[in-house]
């Protein structure tokens, strides 16, 4: 059996490693899963707009958007860094599709341009983002016209491109979740 002393000592230990652990993972300047801010920027308000959900009635504690910066990069050629921001519209009984929105890193920081909406014609449930060589990568579990809206039967890998004025695909791959 053990002391009190020695079992508050073990938590106290616990809550350390905890603390650490998050000190390294939220350290200053990383997009966190939930980025309010980044670069000064509050990515939850900026993407809100962008959604266009349906607006909550005065009660609907549930509606909170969450927003995550996935990627950073320069996309469009110009040496500037794009913001790749991940959200969908809150729901109060499942999820909805995410949205990889790209913002210019030309514009302000005071008002983000929105160039580009990735993702949309899939029903990703999850979705990570990468960025490689002017290219954005979105790769994620996708609910198929097949599946039930919980249960995503596909692993989906899209690439875009730049093209001067727009996001265009270049690829997509579909494999089955066995």
Request: aromatic share 6%; net charge positive; glycine share 8%.
């Amino acid at each position: 059996m053990s002391s009190p002393t020695a079992r508050r000592l073990r938590a106290g230990a616990g809550i350390i490693a905890i603390a650490t652990s998050l000190a390294a993972i939220l350290a200053p300047g990383t997009a966190t899963a939930d980025s309010m801010t980044a670069d000064g920027v509050d990515w939850t308000a900026v993407v809100a707009r962008a959604l266009d959900c349906p607006k909550p009635g005065p009660n609907d504690t549930w509606y909170v958007v969450h927003a995550r910066v996935a990627a950073v990069g320069d996309l469009t050629r110009d040496g500037r860094r794009e913001t790749v921001v991940v959200s969908s519209c809150p729901s109060p009984t499942s999820s909805n599709p995410l949205i990889a929105f790209v913002y210019d890193g030309a514009s302000k920081r005071s008002a983000p341009r929105l160039i580009g909406e990735l993702g949309r014609n899939r029903y990703f449930k999850s979705q990570k983002v990468t960025i490689q060589n002017g290219l954005v990568r979105l790769r994620g579990k996708v609910v198929s016209d097949r599946a039930p809206n919980c249960c995503p039967d596909l692993v989906v890998r899209q690439t875009y491109k730049w093209n001067g004025t727009k996001f265009a695909m270049t690829s997509e791959k579909a494999s089955r979740i066995s």
